[in-house]
């Protein structure tokens, strides 16, 4: 697949992208949020710009990091992009897409970073287990890393059991499971994130960063 030149690879399969001019100081918390089920509808492996649908929810949940000067910073995994279905400029479009219907309502997202190895990729994307595909924590950390971040402070809202594991792997001590059920896992609390009162207790814990 030909790709671009000029697009934000790190790597062949890792995209990171600073996607706002904020500056911020060493040592603030972040919130990191997935993407597809978390931010967007997810639609198994989208593709295109047109089929973006926001799920309100993480309006409010952006906006309040916003507000609070942490860091926002999406980390996706996008085997997609490894098993062949669409390219790095189709993921480009789909996340500019996002921000875009996101700075709408006036959330801004400053930082994205998105794995596009698998193990049932081609070439240079074929890895299995790579560090930087979640659960592994290599995406938060090379965020850490980027923006001087406190991970222990900081917190992921996720739809699936792998975000939180990430979270975890990073040294995060809260992570929010959309639609799932709350427990322990090692140093992380995962709380569930299913009705407005979940809602206002992750609020709760963004204003306090
Ligand atoms: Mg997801």
Redesign the pocket.
Known sequence: MVESAGLPLAEPGLWVERTSATAFPVGRPALFL?????INV?TDYPSDPAEIALRPQMLPVIETANQVGAPVVIV??QSGIARGYFGWDAFAAVNRGVLDLLARSNAVVDMVLACGYHEKGTGALAVADHPMRKPNPGMLLEAGRRLSLDLERSLIV???LA?MEAGQRAGLERGWLVDGEGSTMDGLSVLPLRNATDLGGLLTAIRSL
């Open positions: 997935d993407r597809d089920g978390t997810d996706t995994n996720g739809d699936k975000d």
